[in-house]
């Protein structure tokens, strides 16, 4: 199956400071996700986007499909921002519609 | 403002018990979903539908069963839970056309002594 890898792990943030997180995966996609999972473990969905360029706010995200890569940006990053992020995929070769999980980003940003 | 509901939030249990997990959504998606999630892991789906009377098993081998008898409704039940099956259950839902997006519940933490 389809493979797919977050980077970093962990981040550390300041208050008010800007991130970059990465998300690779293996195969040609034609549904891609973005997750906040909050500390108390409520996934909410940020974006969606297989391709192409989205903001919401101080979020934003890339996906470059050809480059089997999508970015989740986020500036001026506050205390609420914490918690997991993770990217989510769907296989183009996958009739169904199964989104596959990478392992996240865990992001804790500090006062 | 949740469309997607989960009950219950905890639920602490014995060895032995049986439990049933609810999931209940308000916007008729046809796509329903559950998945496992261990604390600070991924989640692994564990069970899906595509609409009544459809049910299929998810690519994390699991011994809980669900049931779709209702578009709104997708239960998942354990007959006889033990300690491996503490974790986070997730509830998701999409719609059968269009973007496949997920709307996710709150989950059911699960603690089985």
């Known amino acids: 199956g389809i493979q797919v890898e977050q980077s970093p792990p962990d981040l550390i943030l300041q208050e008010g400071a800007n991130s970059t997180l990465r998300c690779n995966f293996s195969d040609s996609v034609n549904n891609l996700q973005w997750f906040h999972q909050n500390p108390w473990g409520q996934l909410i969905n940020l974006f969606y986007i297989p391709s192409g360029t989205k903001q919401n706010g101080r979020l934003s995200a890339t996906t470059v499909a050809t480059e089997r890569y999508s970015l989740l940006y986020i500036s001026s990053s506050q205390t609420t921002d914490s918690g997991v992020y993770f990217c989510?995929?769907?296989?183009?070769?996958?009739?169904?519609?199964?989104?596959?999980f990478g392992a996240g980003t865990q992001v804790v940003v500090t006062p | 403002e949740a469309d997607i509901y989960q009950t219950p939030r905890y639920l602490v249990i014995g060895t032995g018990k049986k439990i049933t997990l609810e999931c209940s959504q308000t916007m008729g998606h046809d796509k329903m979903y559950w998945y496992q999630q261990d604390p600070g892991m991924e989640l692994h789906l564990i069970h899906y539908s595509y609409g009544v009377n459809s049910t299929e098993k998810g690519d994390l081998s699991s011994e809980s069963t669900v049931s779709r008898i209702r578009t709104e409704h997708f239960p998942l039940t354990l007959e006889s839970a033990r300690p491996s099956h503490t974790s986070q259950y997730l509830c998701?839902?999409?719609?059968?056309?269009?973007?496949?997006?997920?709307?996710f519940g709150a989950g059911s933490r699960l603690t089985v002594l």
């Open positions: 998701a839902s999409s719609r059968s056309s269009g973007a496949n997006v997920l709307t």
């Open positions: 989510a995929v769907e296989s183009l070769g996958d009739s169904w519609g199964k989104l596959q």
